[in-house]
């Protein structure tokens, strides 16, 4: 007994539109890092960062304020796939066309609206 455990989160989850995007952990993270390095308000570029750091695997875009969720649907615009794929150059080959479809199924999740 006295033995403590970690938790390790192994996926983590957008919602967006009512819809939940769940994806490998790496993914959300790396997602989650390009939506901080493209938005604008600091508080909101530390809050995403704060998910990413704290190992937290959640967002909720429907949850935040109405500024900051259109900062991020704008931001998860036709062009974030791209974006997230210059963002990450070193990304295994093998894993990067898995990873653009699925950028791709979250940016039209956004979309629904």
Known sequence: MGALQQTVIVAG??????????????LFDAVVSQL????RPAALRERLAEIVRENLGYLSIDE???ADRSELLWILGDNFPDSFNA?????DPQHRPGALT???????LSQKG
């Open 64 to 66: 935040l304020e109405p």
């Open 36 to 39: 901080a390095m493209c938005a």
């Open 87 to 91: 963002a990450y150059p070193n990304m």
């Open 13 to 26: 989850s957008i919602v967006v539109q009512g819809q939940m995007w769940t994806r490998a952990s790496w």
């Open 102 to 108: 699925s950028v791709s199924e979250l940016v039209q």
